[in-house]
């Protein structure tokens, strides 16, 4: 069964960072792409960052230079760098397949930045 399990969010001043990880059951990340999704209160999802199975990226205009998105093989999981966060990155964060199937939506990690 695949199943994300997401972590690292937290309260974060604005410049600073967080790490986000999320764990997928099996290889799914060496079969599919992957990507970081966020939705703010009040707006609509929106793609963060995406990894292929190749390792190319791809990441939201709003957060290229400030965040990374990276892949463990060994231990399944895809991991979201975030560097000189801003107010308008707070927000609940979930990482799934991309395209998304719904059925492994998970309760993503809430990131709030103050300040």
């Known amino acids: 069964q695949v199943q994300f399990v997401e972590s690292g969010g937290g309260l974060v001043q604005a410049g600073g960072s967080l790490r986000l990880s999320c764990a997928a059951s099996?290889?799914?990340?060496?079969?599919?792409?992957v990507a970081w999704y966020r939705r703010a209160t009040g707006k609509q999802r929106e793609l963060v960052a995406r990894i292929t199975p190749g390792g190319s990226t791809n990441y939201a205009d709003s957060v290229k230079g400030r965040f990374t998105i990276s892949r463990d093989g060994a231990k399944n999981t895809v991991s979201l760098q975030m560097n000189s966060l801003k107010l308008e990155d707070t927000a609940v964060y979930y990482c799934?397949?991309?395209?998304?199937?719904?059925?492994?939506w998970g309760q993503g990690t809430q990131v709030t930045v103050s300040s």
């Open positions: 099996g290889s799914i990340s060496k079969i599919y792409a």
């Open positions: 799934n397949v991309d395209p998304p199937a719904t059925v492994y």
